[in-house]
């Protein structure tokens, strides 16, 4: 963590610098509002607005500011430990999928 700044000031810091990517990647293309993915670490389906790509793995703007606050105040060293981290959070995503699905087929079937 940086000497001259508090915990909270950090967290703030990085929430705005998140916002931002939003308004950056929406002001560059609209449609992008539009388009979204599975996000890597959180395992939701997220807009692509303020993502960003860590090596081989995609994050969401939400899980974008985790790490990003997590390397600033010194959490995570790489991105691997929150993909880690965030593993049973992805887990539950996709039984929370399968069981959506389960549910929309049996209402198509009745």
């Given amino acids: 963590m940086t000497a001259d700044k508090s915990q909270e000031e950090i967290i703030q810091e990085m929430q705005l610098v998140a916002n931002q990517m939003v308004q950056d990647d929406l002001d560059e293309n609209p449609d992008c509002a539009n388009e979204f ?52 959070k992805r887990l539950e995503e996709l039984c929370n999928f399968i069981k959506e699905e389960e549910n929309r087929k049996k209402s198509l079937d009745n």
């Fill in 37 to 88: 993915f599975d996000c890597d670490c959180c395992g939701k389906n997220k807009c692509l607005a303020g993502s960003i790509q860590y090596g081989q793995y995609r994050l969401c703007n939400d899980c974008v500011l985790i790490a990003e606050t997590g390397f600033a105040l010194g959490k995570f060293k790489d991105i691997q430990n929150l993909i880690d981290a965030m593993e049973d």
